[in-house]
């Protein structure tokens, strides 16, 4: 059984039981295999070439970590030594050959002076000494030998240290994962927490909605109006076959006559560069400044106000319009829209033009020439957004208008009429007035009068 012995101020383990290691596989596998094929519950590993295993039990004062002498005497002995001193009145016995621990032995004089006798005629040794002779070696010279000799012997270590770092490890990564766990809900709550007073400290949740834009009819006929006065009907040979007068810009399509100029000749006519748009076709443009204003969506009409100010003054002016296939207007697809398009017997002027200019909403995107003296006005009904409201059940039909709060109608007011045209201080839109033809306005006298000049100033080529 193996026991403790003190040299100096350091502790030994001596009587371990020594074998063999296999250089050619990991050395600690092998050292915990065969100290458990002992039932021994500790080992040390000494030799690199050459490695053997020492173990045994844990008791009487050996335990993991303390240093085992045997490898220290065949480190600092001969290679060939059999050598028995006395410690603390324990006799402790070490078999050495060719620098291997082959014995390692620790009792009464009784249990180790047979050993020794035993031993010592089997082998030629480089160095033999005991109390009982062969060139016994003293006690001081031993133990200094041990205490000066600078080199580390091996300690023991545990059969189940392996398991218990791999123990440790797992607990280790347990214990940051659950520390990482409590950290995130930790956060999340705050999280939550702040997320929650932020939406508490909310009195009114407004939602924004960018003012509409607006191009008013007014100053864009005025515009196009005076841009068109500066477009010569013929140029070179080449005449005009459409013109499109948009918010920033009127395109023109010029057609070239067989045998008139050419596409330079057409370009030093105008003054301006052209682009090719096939044989003999060509398109120029005149850039324009159209002012537009915002305006906030709530003071706008529903659409539905806004439809029907429009269709007012287009009936007023016996400008027809149908409602064919759900378009509102000529010219919209099916299902109706904000956009409309209104044919028209020339540029808007007069009462007419001061009557569509007071339809809350409308904004211009283009007048487009139709032949002779015809225009095609396209825009758009900028109107206050659409709100559904859902009715409880027996409250009446879902709409897209409803009570709002304290009982109040959600949707706009309903606006008046539109304006009354200059000329007639007698009828409104939608009393029951004479017919008048289109493009005319009623006069004075209940007759009929021209709705403004038949043509532009220049009079531009018929298709």
């Known amino acids: ?47 690199d070439i050459e490695p053997m295993v020492g173990h045994c039990d844990q008791g009487g004062g050996v335990k993991a970590g303390v240093f085992v002498l045997a490898p220290l005497v065949a480190e600092i002995w001969p290679a060939n030594t059999l050598l028995v001193v006395s410690i603390e009145g324990t006799m402790v016995g070490f078999q050495i050959l060719n620098g291997l621990v082959y014995d390692d032995v620790c009792g009464t004089p009784d249990e180790i ?32 030998s041990i205490r000066t000799s600078g080199v580390k012997p091996p300690r023991l270590r545990s059969v189940g240290e392996g398991r218990a770092s791999a123990i440790k490890v797992a607990v280790l990564v347990l214990l940051v994962l659950l520390g990482f766990l409590a950290v995130s809900k930790v956060v999340r709550d705050r999280r939550e927490m702040a997320a929650r007073l932020a939406l508490l400290s909310r009195h009114v949740i407004v939602r924004v909605t960018p003012p509409a834009r607006i191009v008013p009819l ?17 140029a070179a040979g080449w005449t005009v076959r459409s013109l499109v007068c948009g918010k920033d810009r009127i395109r023109i399509l010029w057609k070239r006559s067989p045998g008139s100029g050419t596409i330079r000749d057409l370009e030093r006519s105008l003054g301006t ?27 706008l ?96 039909a879902s709409g897209l208008e409803g009570p709002g709060p304290g009982g109040k109608p959600s949707g706009p007011p309903v606006r008046p009429a539109a304006p009354r045209p200059v000329g007639d201080s007698r009828q409104g839109p ?24 038949v043509l532009p100033p220049l009079r531009l080529p018929s298709r």
């Open 218 to 234: 007014g100053p864009f006929v005025a515009e196009c109006r005076e841009a068109i006065d500066r477009i010569p009907s013929e």
């Open 301 to 396: 009409p529903a659409l539905v106000e806004a439809r029907k100010d429009l269709a007012s003054v287009l009936e007023y002016y016996n400008l027809d319009y149908q409602t064919a296939g759900e378009s509102f207007l000529p010219g919209l697809p099916g299902g109706g829209g904000d956009g409309f398009s209104v044919a028209l017997p020339d540029l808007p002027e007069g009462g007419l033009l001061s009557a569509l200019s007071h339809v809350s909403g409308l904004s211009v995107r283009s007048l487009e020439w139709a032949g002779k003296s015809q225009w095609i006005l396209k825009g758009e009904l900028k109107h206050a957004p659409i709100i559904l409201v859902h009715r409880r059940p027996g409250s009446g």
């Open 113 to 144: 002076r047979p050993w020794f006798e035993g031993i010592a005629p089997e082998h030629k040794w480089d160095h033999v000494s005991s109390p009982w002779g062969a060139g016994e070696v003293s006690g001081s010279a031993f133990f200094d």
């Open 1 to 47: 059984m193996a026991r403790i012995v003190r040299i100096g101020k350091k502790r030994y383990a001596v009587g371990l039981s020594w074998g063999p290691l296999s250089p050619d596989r990991p050395l600690r596998p092998q050292a915990i295999e065969k100290a458990r094929q002992s039932q021994n519950g500790l080992y040390a590993i000494f030799g």
């Open 430 to 453: 939608l009393s029951g007035r004479p017919s008048h033809g289109p493009g005319t306005r009623p006069g004075a006298d209940g007759k009929s009068e021209p709705g403004g000049a």
């Open 273 to 299: 560069r052209v682009r090719l748009a096939g044989k003999n076709a060509a398109r120029s443009a005149i850039p324009l400044l159209v002012p537009e204003y915002s305006t906030p969506v709530e003071k």
